[in-house]
């Protein structure tokens, strides 16, 4: 293998696949990328057995060949080469590797491809989604995911794509995010359904970028198929039953408060000051056009905001963890909310006033005191 | 004004606890500490009274060291609800003297009297009059140490065990620590003390003697603190706390093991036993920590944060196997595993749970299980993973309580 190439495009790449490389890999084959140079491009595949990422750029190939180096290495190099660099790449004996550039001159270790994991590939037609919208989605559930390992079925998100809705739900057990869109899938026939991995809708986030683009997606039993302009994602389903999210969205919420989106963001920010180190809450006190937020803390003191809201109707008292509303808050695109309650004890649900780009809807169970 | 602050110590407590149940054993050599199976037991000695102490006998050597020192010795396993019981008729009697009480473990606690002092006399008197109160009303002796500070106060306690009052007047501290040997300072242990005596330093009053730049050169910021204490400075508040601070079970395993399958089942029911504490206390834990010791004691201990605090097994179990399973390596044997829960919360505040699984459904059932072992005990249910013959994991460390 012989391929000369420009360093901004290689760079590119390999910035891409750095977060799919297992950092503390018990496999050593999992830390390297492989390289494939043939034709007019190499293409570089890296996994961690999860989640796997194919992409490539134009290179002038002296032979074409395969083989497999560290992916953290390789990014080193290349990173701190020149800017408008040429770098020459050159298969040596026993999976070793040069790379050239100017005056620089790395030999790398490299491990036999052999070793490195087949990733799946699926060969039927893709379903087209338009690149923003699926970013936008994910950016609306995202931060729902639990952070907690132990909690396999909440890993991920739930991805349900019908011919005439496109639909992503997550949750950490305390909050919900559902978010939907009206649109035509062509070659949609019935609902496709899949716990997509966290790790996966991270990585389509950064492939999708800032490009206009559509994506082609697919699933087989266990495997998760992304096209996103020339490059390739696979992602392992994650198994498990991910709850019944219909039964938590509230019907019963008679008080309905109208705030400005920004107001609300910073006065809970600000509130959140002072709120309790361990407990975290901020208690909500919502009245005939006001909202008050209070907080306090035994070692900080206390913080009181108060805002003016569209409300008319009963008193009512709640308290929030503030970091879950302002998840939300920071993502929800639109100037006013919509805050539907019914008491402290039952789930709140939050969502964007009309005008909305997304249906999304927002819930979050209460803190107690 | 200095403050006056003192630390009660009790005597030998368990074995003191145990002595008062039973009369017949005082004056006998007693030892309270898991079962010493004729010198074959794993565990330790929780503490010991003071006939047992003459044989060389003392709190956290290993039951079988104390059984060859003295097998004539009356050997208790541990009943760790009346020690927290009695522990309870103690504090609340020390609470009559004043509000800032710091209880520091089961059988010791600061108190800063300062403002009691016009009510009760000087840190002496009110020293007097606690010792009589704990023996009058409890048939159990303290030991008192009276000082302007929390480190001359302990380690006045320490002095004149059992049944001592030291009191140090405030300005007399470093004559009064300079004649003892360097251990005596909080944060020395046999590593500080062996650098200490390479550098010819074995007295207090030594150290208190040396240039403060030299030790901090030496020892960095602990040599800094070290010449603080050593001329009897520290200004550390007595702050009491609410309650417990973390609560855990460890447990030795009666030969070392490289059983996965054992120290899966052990794990899973050390997690029983703290989580039934924690609800036992109206307790969730926000941290929950793992320790892990290979047979030749190497120790290594892990922590995670959980999002929401946890007082369920079926919440704990997977974060603390989680953490034990990367510790376990082919081919070494483990001596002994615990789970800690910390970070407190109560049980009343915190995160409502949005679907009805699996936490509250957890809950529910644990609640049940309390239910029966109030009433029928500790054995009347188990989960069955842990009855399986031969799998049942044996319990003997001092945390261990007997059911009655």
Redesign the interface.
Known sequence: MLFNVKRSALLGELNLVQGVIEKKSTIPILSNILLDARGEQVDITATDLDVSICCGCGADVGEEGTMTVSARRLFDIVRLLPEDSDIRCVQLENDWMEVRSGNSEFKVVGLPRENFPSIPEFNGPLVSIPGSLLKGMIQRVLFAI?????RYSLNGALLALAPQEIRMVA??????SLVSKAAQFEGVETEIRALVPRKTLLEILKLIGDQELLVGFARDENHLFFSIGNRRLVSRVLAGQF??YE??IPRENDKSVTASAKMLLEAIRRAAVMSDE??R?VRFSVTPGNLEMTASSADAGEAREVIGIEYEGAGVEIGF?PQYLLDFLGVCGSENVVLSLRDG?T?GMITPSAGSDFDYRY?V????? | MARTILHVDMDAFYASVEERSHPELRGKPLIVGSDPKGGKGRGIVATCSYEARKFGVHSAQPISQAWRMCPQGIYVQPDMPKYARASECVMRILLDFSDLVEQVSIDEAFLDVTGSRRLFGDGASIARKIKNRIRSDQRLTASVGVAANKFVAKVASDLRKPDGLVVVEPGREAEFLAPLPVSRLWGVGGKTAALLKDIGLQRIGQIAALDRRYLVDRFGKGGEHLWELSRGMDDRPVAPEEGYKSIGHETTFEKDTEDERLLHDTLLWLAEKVAQRLRANHARA?TIAIKFREADFSTYTRRKT???AADTSEEIF??AW?MVRRLIRRGVAVRLIGIYGS?L?SE????????D?P?QKDRRLAAAVDDITRRYGDSAITRATLVSPGRRPTLNGPTRSIPK
Do not use: C, W
Request: charged share 25%; net charge negative; no cysteine.
């Open positions: 639990t952070q907690e390992e132990s949750t950490d057990g305390h909050r919900l709850p019944n039964m938590v361990k407990l809450a963890n004890d789930q819930i169970m209460p803190m107690k005191f | 926000r959980l999002s929401v997977p974060q989680n970070n919360e009343r505040a915190g995160q409502l749970a949005l679907f699984q936490e």
